[in-house]
């Protein structure tokens, strides 16, 4: 099984480089597994649903600006839940929710798994590369569940 992990932000832009942050600490720590790959994505709609094309499970990491939870609150988004995050939902893209319907229309082999990892975000407007302390704390264990939702592909891989 093929999976792929998809940071997705802007990393200018304070909070919303979490989800590029994440990703690039789970890259550093997959160095050996092969069925896995790390995407990062400054964009959303059709470009993250053409990342997603090939595999067989994704996930994505992003901000999260809807809601009422506490800044560097880890919320798990299924398909039906994205209109929340920062990215998948553009003003100036089609949402990932759309983007996959029309991919799957097209017949694009597209993952019959994808979970969204969202982390609520306390700025998403100032000009920075720095995340607020909460966001930037919610890294860690950001990339721990990314671990735990592959872990059952890493066993059953395993090299001898």
């Known amino acids: 099984m ?13 909070d919303d480089g979490v989800g590029l942050r994440a990703a690039q600490a789970v890259a550093t720590r997959l160095a050996e597994r092969a069925d896995v790959d790390v995407r990062l994505l400054c964009a959303g709609g059709l470009r993250l649903m053409e990342t997603m094309v090939g595999y067989d499970r994704a996930v994505v990491l992003d901000a999260l600006t809807a809601g009422d939870a506490f800044p560097g609150t880890i919320v798990e988004l299924t398909e039906g839940d994205l209109s929340s995050t920062r990215n998948l939902a553009s003003v100036h893209d089609l949402s ?9 229309l097209m017949g694009m082999a597209l993952p019959a798994t994808i979970v969204v990892l969202g982390v609520r975000a306390a700025d998403v407007t100032t000009f920075s590369e ?3 302390p909460p966001v930037a704390a919610a890294i860690g264990p950001l990339a721990d569940r990314v671990f735990e939702l592959l872990a059952p592909v890493a066993v059953g891989n395993r090299r001898r």
């Open 130 to 132: 720095e995340l607020s």
């Open 96 to 104: 990932l929710p759309y983007a996959l319907d029309l991919g799957r």
């Open 2 to 14: 093929r999976s792929v992990v998809i940071g997705v932000g802007n990393p200018t832009l304070s």
